[in-house]
């Protein structure tokens, strides 16, 4: 059996589709997550390769470019590209990136100062055709396409509209992976008849979506298989609650949809050899190296250098999914009640930065924000807090929670999606526990779980333990990368005369 397997991967080849891919482009946990889960998938023998639009961030890397080009063909619009490959780091995964200046090479990979790009929907059709055109321009054709997010959605689609009607077949199978459902690529009949889609796919089961083009439901109803990125998030997005409009469409497609936890880089992030802290922490014995970092942490925030009040962490986006609010709520009330210190790294909505920079403000010796995004202060951060807080009111998976736990610092999170699966609660008698978490999304939840947090710090024997298992807990990508093989070979196992319902009616 186990010969068997081995010889199925070793021999599949799949190709990533993604709008961002760490560390060449990326906004957040997408593209750490395309730019870290194809090392583990390569290790299991499959030939994994990625592709990505070439953005202006991308336009210094050393790309070697195909002699042969290719035409993107959407209804009545014909787009010239070009596939330039890289590779991703050290690891030797290709990358192709697809050239197409009058749609990639801007600002940013979604939008600008002035908002959303206008023609995103564009961008997104060819970004997902062009991965079907990889075969005539390289020479090498994936088994499994895996698209990722709205942005690549359409490829399943497409990938369907190619498909020869009612034949038994062994052609390409597609995986859409969700990583957050908030985000759907909304758009409008206009854009669903320039994506030279059949007709057809306009439909409750297809695109169609309250007189709207949903891109991300059309992948949802079109992909072989559909992953999103942790169990309690895949079941979560069944229910109006997280489905965001669309639980009916995943409630149906029920029986192909699961959830593969994330993982993390652990060469990148390893709190022992990170170039940009102070000092190593050893997961074994963390107090020497918690403690260094922690004193620079301080400093480098401008907070008093005393160690003995608990430091709190936040590294995060500011905006409502991230329930950063409630935090803001409940600063003033901890400030009188405790002792203890915070260290906020953010940028996002206005309204939250400028709350954050006037706490701040307010109590200069215990509250330091830092507005914008820097990777080195964020692992410093993780290194040298006791406690990070994620108060998020949905969390498909989150990795800042796995960051941290990996640098030593507790979680307390809201118990929802990823976060639930990964942190195992501290109570009195729980002695396999990794942070903390709590069930409402208000203020005096999140100040009650503080409070604890800030009980257990005052008991070091118990902290330390605690501190411990967090170090030491699961967050390799191996399981993860076996979960998606499975998925893979699942897809290929599919008769695509009897799963195509789609093919039929084009
Ligand atoms: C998105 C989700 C986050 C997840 C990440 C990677 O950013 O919001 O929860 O961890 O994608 O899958």
């Known amino acids: 059996m186990t010969n068997f397997f081995a010889l199925i991967t070793s021999t599949m080849k799949v190709l990533f589709v993604s709008p961002e891919v760490s560390p060449l482009v990326r906004t957040g946990g997408l593209g750490d997550v395309v ?12 030939d994994v390769r990625i592709l990505c639009p070439l953005h202006r961030a991308c336009k210094n890397l050393k790309t070697t470019f195909f002699a042969q080009k290719g035409t993107v063909q959407l209804r009545d619009l014909e787009f010239p590209i070009r596939i330039g490959e890289t590779k991703l780091g050290s690891s030797g995964i290709p990358v192709y990136l697809v050239e197409n200046d009058s749609l990639f090479d801007r600002p940013g990979i979604y939008s600008d100062s002035n908002g959303d790009y206008h023609d995103n929907p564009t961008r997104a059709f060819v970004l997902s055709k062009a991965a079907l055109l990889i075969d005539q321009i390289t020479g090498w054709s994936p088994d499994v396409y895996h698209a990722h997010d709205w942005m690549a959605a359409s490829l399943p689609a497409y990938l369907n509209a190619n498909r020869p009607k009612g034949k038994r077949s062994k052609q390409a199978k597609s995986v859409l992976t969700i990583h957050n459902l908030e985000h759907q690529g909304n758009c409008s009949y206009q854009d669903f008849l320039r994506s030279g889609l059949p007709e057809s796919y306009w439909a409750i089961d297809g695109f169609e979506n309250n007189g709207s083009m949903n891109l991300l439901k059309g992948g949802i109803q079109h992909a072989d298989k559909i992953t999103t990125v942790s169990p309690t998030y895949s079941n979560e997005i069944r229910t109006p609650l997280f489905g965001h409009g669309l639980e009916a469409s995943l409630t149906y497609r029920g029986a192909d949809l699961l959830g593969i936890l994330n993982g993390i880089d652990e060469t990148s992030w390893n709190p022992q050899k990170d170039p940009s802290l102070p000092c190593p922490i050893d997961p074994d014995s963390p107090q020497s190296g918690k403690k260094a970092c922690k004193e620079s942490l301080l400093s480098e925030m401008s907070l008093p250098a005393n160690q003995s009040p608990p430091l709190f962490g936040v590294v995060s986006r500011l905006y409502r999914q991230k329930g950063l609010d409630l935090l803001i709520e409940c600063l003033p009330n901890l400030m009188s009640e405790s002792d203890a210190k915070f260290v906020i790294l953010g940028s996002g909505s206005e309204e939250e930065e400028n709350a954050f920079r006037e706490l701040a403000k307010r109590f200069p010796e215990r509250i330091a924000v830092f507005i914008g995004f820097d990777d080195g202060l964020a692992r410093r951060i993780f290194a040298g807090s006791d406690f990070f807080l994620m108060p998020s009111r949905f969390e498909p998976c989150g990795l800042a929670q796995l960051y941290a736990m990996r640098y030593g610092s507790l979680p307390i999170a809201r118990k929802t999606g990823g976060l639930a699966d990964t942190i195992d609660h501290f109570s009195r008698s729980t002695s396999s526990s990794n942070g903390f978490l709590f069930d409402h999304a208000n203020a005096k939840s999140l100040r009650t779980v503080i409070h604890r947090a800030i009980k257990l710090f005052g008991n070091p024997t118990q902290f330390l333990k605690i501190r411990k298992n967090a170090l030491h ?4 990508w191996d399981d993860a990368a076996n979960c998606y093989a499975e998925v ?12 195509l319902s789609f093919t039929k009616r084009a």
């Open 35 to 46: 730019g870290s889960l194809p090392l583990a998938i390569k290790e299991l023998g499959i």
């Open 488 to 499: 893979y070979k699942w897809t290929m196992e599919i008769q695509v005369e009897e799963k």
């Open 473 to 476: 807990s699961p967050c390799s």
